[in-house]
T-cell receptor, first 113, second 114 residues
């Protein structure tokens, strides 16, 4: 069974641009969560999608958005990039139940210049 | 904040020694999970302990949970150089949207010296 796949692995953008990151969950998993990881703030929750609906949302500005498709694949978008958006963005999936572990992808390392 | 907070932030030990990491949290939880992250990669699930459990073992890992103190600890026995990584605790709590959310802290960076 293939794991969680995130593309691209590395990305370099400049301030003001926008970026779209992609995540393909493990087959059969309907829940996809996104996290931002920075050295100063640690791992911060962005949002969770379940069956194409946003189920939970973290405390991030509206520049951060996401969506989920009918095949459970998910994308997140960041518009008007700022230097502080430089981070490792991690996607994680699970089948959708309550007491379940998350399966993480390897992440997308975004650098904003 | 519902996130877990790990302590210490960094830990350096000799191979063969035991490593203990602690976690505190502030909300009622359904379960608490521990994850490991090798440098710059995704997290890997290690162990899950439910709110009605007090201790759990998995190989060289031992996790305890004290819900009255809202704290947990992860013990790695007979550490190896390959255990060098960051370790995160993640309380799982009811987000009120028909789901449970995991929140992570900044982790404990463990260095095992050969």
């Amino acid at each position: 069974k293939a794991g969680v796949t995130q593309t691209p692995r590395y990305l370099i953008k400049t301030r003001g641009q926008q970026v779209t990151l992609s995540c393909s969950p493990i087959s059969g998993h309907r829940s996809v969560s996104w996290y931002q990881q920075t050295p100063g703030q640690g791992l911060q929750f962005l949002f969770e999608y379940f069956s194409e609906t946003q189920r939970n949302k973290g405390n991030f500005p509206g520049r951060f958005s996401g969506r989920q498709f009918s095949n459970s694949r998910s994308e997140m978008n960041v518009s008007t990039l700022e230097l502080g958006d430089s981070a490792l963005y991690l996607c994680a999936s699970k089948t959708g139940g309550a007491s379940e572990k998350l399966f993480f992808g390897s992440g997308t390392q975004l650098s904003v210049l | 904040s519902q996130q877990g907070e790990e302590d210490p932030q960094a830990l350096s030990i000799q191979e063969g020694e035991n490593a203990t990491m602690n976690c505190s949290y502030k909300t009622s939880i359904n379960n608490l999970q521990w994850y490991r992250q090798n440098s710059g990669r995704g997290l890997v699930h290690l162990i899950l302990i439910r709110s009605n459990e007090r201790e759990k073992h998995s190989g060289r890992l031992r996790v305890t949970l004290d819900t009255s103190k809202k704290s947990s600890s992860l013990l790695i026995t007979a550490s190896r150089a390959a255990d060098t990584a960051s370790y995160f605790c993640a309380p799982s709590w009811d987000s009120g949207a028909g789901s449970y959310q995991l929140t992570f802290g900044k982790g404990t960076k463990l260095s095992v010296i050969p």
